[in-house]
T-cell receptor, first 113, second 116 residues
Framework: GAGVSQSPSNKVTEKGKDVELRCDPISGHTALYWYRQSLGQGLEFLIY????????KSGLPSDRFSAERTGGSVSTLTIQRTQQEDSAVYLC???????????FGEGSWLTVV | AQSVSQHNHHVILSEAASLELGCNYS??????LFWYVQYPGQHLQLLLK??????LVKGIKGFEAEFIKSKFSFNLRKPSVQWSDTAEYFC??????????????FGTGTLLAVQP
């Protein structure tokens, strides 16, 4: 597609449930990133993929968070046993292998009630 | 570790006023620097970037930024703001080409409100 596509755009879930957020990067981009944007917190790096491997997952807040990427394309961010503090906008971004400009999707707004 | 500081959290200006948003980073090596903008209800968009060469870079919509290596700064400027510039502005740094992770570290953002 023309840009980074994320789904769902909005998700309301009950505390304790698991959620999956999907990201479809720009075609041909080998690098993929997940960030979290909370009110007043700016953008927090979560994880970075180069191809299907994740050389940097240092930003994942806890072991309830995991992500995978298959076929060097689509990525899924999974949050298990959601907590209210997980409420945020989860942003996916991608970049080409040789470039450092990162292109963002519109985000998935997660609300845990 | 790299970090980015944006000193102005909330800026209010009248139309036609000049804008300067501060950004400082901490990293001693080669850096790539970015400003992203997020208009209300929209996704993050690249405003401008600096990789190398002329330290004064020009971006979209009349914005520019100057990289001052000695001050570890990359301040964003615009001579005359418009109401449509109301948005949140994020400075970001990446530790150069071939950096271990190629990830961007963002500042906490500056919310700009331009009054007509």
């Amino acid at each position: 597609g023309a840009g980074v596509s994320q789904s769902p755009s909005n998700k309301v879930t009950e505390k304790g449930k698991d959620v999956e957020l999907r990201c479809d990067p720009i075609s041909g981009h080998t690098a993929l990133y997940w960030y979290r944007q909370s009110l007043g917190q700016g953008l927090e790096f979560l994880i970075y993929f180069q191809g299907n491997s994740a050389p940097d997952k240092s930003g994942l807040p806890s072991d309830r968070f995991s992500a995978e990427r298959t076929g060097g394309s689509v990525s899924t961010l999974t949050i298990q046993r959601t907590q209210q503090e997980d409420s945020a906008v989860y942003l996916c971004a991608s970049s080409p292998i040789s470039g450092n400009t990162i292109y963002f999707g519109e985000g998935s707004w997660l609300t845990v009630v | 570790a790299q970090s980015v500081s944006q000193h102005n959290h909330h800026v209010i200006l009248s139309e036609a006023a000049s804008l300067e948003l501060g950004c400082n980073y901490s990293y001693g090596g080669t850096v790539n620097l970015f400003w992203y903008v997020q208009y209300p209800g929209q996704h993050l968009q690249l405003l401008l970037k600096y990789f190398s060469g002329d330290p004064l870079v020009k971006g979209i919509k009349g914005f520019e930024a100057e990289f001052i290596k000695s001050k570890f700064s990359f301040n964003l400027r615009k001579p005359s703001v418009q109401w449509s510039d109301t948005a949140e502005y994020f400075c970001a740094v990446n530790a150069g080409y071939g950096g271990a992770t190629n990830k961007l570290i963002f500042g906490t953002g500056t919310l700009l409100a331009v009054q007509p």
